[in-house]
């Protein structure tokens, strides 16, 4: 039912902002009880959760990067976006979106986006 599409540049410049978007169809962000979460894996490491934002608007973020992270939405696009301040070359990696149903099993994955930080 639901699908998600990942969108954003592909390179970002050290100490600049990665600024990523995910258009969701086949549901509203807003609607009870959806969940739509940010993950990462960088290269050979595993999978790492940025954050999410759930369908009230609420936002929960990874303690780790917490201080640098901030998502949002567009209820008139239904998207979310990814913001992820301060980047340095640790921060490339495969950035997915994720979201789901609370008490469902399985999550809706996008296909993923690279985003490779370097000069």
């Known amino acids: 039912q639901v699908q998600l599409q990942e969108s954003g540049p592909g390179l970002v410049k050290p100490s600049q902002t990665l600024s990523l978007s995910c258009t969701v169809s086949?549901?509203?962000?807003?609607?009870?009880?959806?969940?739509w979460s940010w993950i990462r894996q960088a290269p050979g490491k595993g999978l790492e959760w940025i954050g999410m934002?759930?369908?009230?608007?609420?936002?929960f973020y990874s303690p780790s990067l917490k201080s640098r992270t901030a998502i949002s939405r567009d209820t008139s696009k239904n998207q979310f976006t990814l913001q992820l301040s301060s980047v340095s070359p640790e921060d490339t990696a495969v950035y997915y979106c994720?979201?789901?149903?609370?008490?469902?099993?399985?999550?809706?994955w996008g296909q993923g986006t690279l985003v490779i930080v370097s000069s």
């Open positions: 994720v979201g789901g149903v609370a008490g469902h099993a399985m999550d809706t």
């Open positions: 086949g549901g509203s962000i807003t609607t009870k009880y959806y969940y």
């Open positions: 934002i759930i369908y009230s608007g609420s936002t």
